[in-house]
């Protein structure tokens, strides 16, 4: 039996039927190259999953609630895990294109997973154009964080097509058996013993970490990066319905480096503008582009060399980022991007690693929980959000990746979306592409593809402005 982290749990006090904290991804395979007699793709990916469960710690791990909330929940390992409750076959309509495969993976996200089972589903979806076929995955954010996430994905592919033998485990996985609620309680009210000094140290840590970061912005080089609820007011700053809806873009990795070099800046940098410059459009066809900025989170890993490895806990900050979307120059933009961007690292940086995540320990369900609800529903962050658009971006990996024997054409990334944030962009570099998963509410954005297609030709502009 494991507790949860503090952020970890939060994701789960903050979810209702609305606001699913889930991520996931679209892998688009060529079958074609499996070996000879190969099993059918499904059957192929069901094999991998069995034959590397030791590999990957969360497919096997359900929930456990503490009474009242007293305490952060558990994981145990499951007694009833099944695989076949969490891989599925699935088949598109013809003819099988983009438009077809975003559908799917945004009817798939718009379903919460069931919390009595490990918090994860794969579709191998078959009908795709070419004969191809995808991998649709979700799993819950407080099972994963985008670092331990493509861990996760790692160790589910192979860098051949031929399914490489893992190394057994040293020791036979056993189930846990499910804790009583006395048990559970019993431990909660031990913790709740230290919840005191805790709350004394995070205090002190946060006071400290705000004293930091006041001297810091009060430096003569320094801009201020945007705060928490100061970001404008747009149609994208909804409260979330039940739907939602996928966006699959696709660029060049050669033109975001391009653009990188001329510029000085870095990839995040340019992911950021590209961002900007989508929304600005989106925005302006309209007629309701905001004087102000926008804002963008930017998630941030405080993973270290020392568990990069660890599928466990989220181990996550953030920053907020200016998109300088009241700039029309795309260079000027990215430029002002980049220089906010700069900021708000550094004070990331002032404020610390474990801030965020000690304050976190302190949100307990049954204060948490009930909080989330009553904000919810007063419409708080709808009201005055605290930011517009979530952005991330990470690396993927520049070798060729298998997956059933299915050679990996593609891979778009999706994170959560929540009221007043009703969209969500993130992108992975893969070979010599850098895919996109946009995902939002399907009432605030209902022409997300429209969005999609916007990505290439911001990149396109950004290309001719900085290398004309």
């Known amino acids: 039996m494991q507790r949860l982290s503090g952020i970890d749990s939060m994701f789960l006090s903050l979810e209702s039927p609305t606001n699913l904290f889930q991520v996931g991804a679209v892998s688009v395979l060529d079958p074609s190259t499996a070996p000879a007699g190969a099993p059918s793709p499904y059957e192929a990916l069901r094999q991998v999953v069995l034959d590397r469960l030791h590999l990957l710690a969360p497919f096997r791990r359900r929930l456990v609630a503490v009474p009242g909330g007293l305490d952060h929940p558990r994981w145990i390992e499951d007694p009833d895990f099944d695989v076949d409750r969490h891989l599925h076959r699935g088949a598109l309509p013809t003819p099988g294109g983009p438009a077809e495969l975003a559908r799917y993976a945004a009817d798939l996200l718009s379903q919460p997973l069931d919390r009595t089972r490990p918090l994860w589903e794969i579709h191998m979806v078959e009908g795709l154009d070419g004969g191809l076929i995808a991998a649709v995955a979700k799993i819950h954010h407080a099972a994963i964080d985008g670092v331990s996430g493509a861990e996760l994905t790692a160790n589910l592919m192979d860098l051949t097509p031929v399914t490489a033998a893992v190394v057994p485990p040293s020791e036979p996985w056993?189930?846990?058996?499910?804790?009583?609620?006395?048990?559970?309680?019993g431990e909660a009210l031990w913790h709740l013993g230290g919840v005191i000094p805790a709350a004394a140290a995070a205090t002190a840590r946060t006071l400290q970490a705000a004293l930091r970061i006041r001297g810091h912005s009060r430096r003569p080089d320094t801009v201020a990066p945007p705060t928490l609820f100061s970001a404008p007011r747009t149609p994208i700053g909804t409260r979330l319905g039940r739907q939602r809806t996928v966006g699959l873009a696709q660029v060049d990795r050669a033109e975001i480096e391009t653009v990188r070099a001329?510029?000085?800046?870095?990839?995040?940098?340019?992911i950021l503008a590209l961002s900007g410059a989508v929304l600005r459009s989106h925005l302006e066809?309209?007629?309701?582009l905001p004087d102000k900025p926008l804002v963008a989170f930017v998630p941030v890993s405080v993973r270290n060399n020392d568990d990069r490895h660890d599928t466990g806990a989220n181990r996550l900050s953030g920053m907020l980022?200016?998109?300088?979307?009241?700039?029309?120059?795309?260079?000027?933009?990215l430029m002002a991007v980049?220089?906010?961007?700069?900021?708000a690292k550094a004070q990331n940086k002032v404020l610390g690693p474990d801030t965020f995540s000690s304050i976190a320990e302190l949100a307990l369900p049954s204060l948490l929980g009930p909080m989330a609800r009553l904000i919810l529903r007063a419409g708080v962050t709808t009201r005055w959000p605290p930011f517009n658009v979530t952005v991330s971006s990470f690396?993927?990996?520049?070798?060729?990746?298998?997956?059933?024997g299915g050679k990996l054409l593609a891979y778009?990334?999706?994170?959560?979306?929540?009221?007043?944030?009703?969209?969500?962009?993130?992108?992975?570099?893969?070979?010599?592409?850098?895919?996109?998963?946009?995902?939002?509410?399907?009432d605030a954005?209902?022409?997300?593809?429209?969005?999609a297609r916007r990505i290439p030709e911001a990149l396109t502009q950004l290309v001719k402005a900085t290398t004309g």
């Not at 980049?338 to 900021?343: D, T």
């Not at 009221?419 to 895919?435: E, K, P, R, W």
């Not at 954005?445 to 969005?451: A, E, G, N, R, W």
């Open 174 to 185: 056993r189930p846990d058996r499910l804790p009583s609620s006395v048990a559970l309680a």
């Open 262 to 270: 001329a510029t000085d800046t870095t990839f995040n940098d340019v």
């Open 285 to 288: 066809d309209r007629d309701e």
């Open 321 to 333: 980022v200016s998109l300088a979307t009241a700039v029309e120059d795309p260079v000027v933009r």
């Open 338 to 343: 980049s220089e906010c961007a700069r900021h």
């Open 395 to 404: 690396p993927g990996p520049p070798v060729p990746l298998y997956c059933a």
């Open 412 to 442: 778009h990334p999706f994170g959560p979306v929540f009221d007043g944030a009703a969209l969500n962009i993130t992108a992975m570099s893969y070979l010599d592409q850098v895919g996109f998963g946009l995902f939002a509410c399907r």
């Open 445 to 451: 954005v209902p022409d997300i593809d429209l969005m």
